[in-house]
């Protein structure tokens, strides 16, 4: 069975940097064909695709977000890192992470979320 765990800091200050880890279980992040990427679902919007990390360690981002955002990934632990830089209240959000076939906004797995909320 796949599962993907996000983990992180829930409260983030403004103008720092937001760093969530995704850990999967049950299948191998680099296995051929699969993305596993980012989104988020700020309060009262749309779903936001961030990026994602191919099987070869390529990696792509959003175009309004490739200045702050970076995905990379540690295979010996099967975890796949986002991290935000400058966050404002803005970047309030809840985030997931998710694998999938192609590297835009479908999937095949994801996990449960996790509210981030940028605040002093």
């Known amino acids: 069975q796949v599962q993907l765990q996000e983990s992180g800091p829930g409260l983030v200050k403004p103008s720092q940097t937001l760093s969530l880890t995704c850990t999967v279980s049950?299948?191998?992040?680099?296995?051929?064909?699969?993305?596993c990427k980012w989104f988020r679902q700020p309060p009262g919007k749309g779903l936001e695709w961030m990026g994602a990390?191919?099987?070869?360690?390529?990696?792509y981002y959003s175009p309004s977000l490739k200045s702050r955002t970076s995905i990379s990934r540690d295979t010996s632990k099967n975890q796949f890192t986002l991290q935000l830089s400058s966050v404002t209240p803005e970047d309030t959000a809840v985030y997931f992470c998710?694998?999938?076939?192609?590297?835009?906004?479908?999937?095949?797995?994801r996990g449960q979320g996790t509210q981030v909320t940028v605040s002093s």
């Open positions: 998710a694998r999938g076939t192609s590297v835009g906004y479908g999937y095949v797995n």
């Open positions: 049950g299948v191998s992040i680099t296995t051929d064909y699969y993305y």
């Open positions: 990390i191919g099987a070869s360690g390529s990696t």
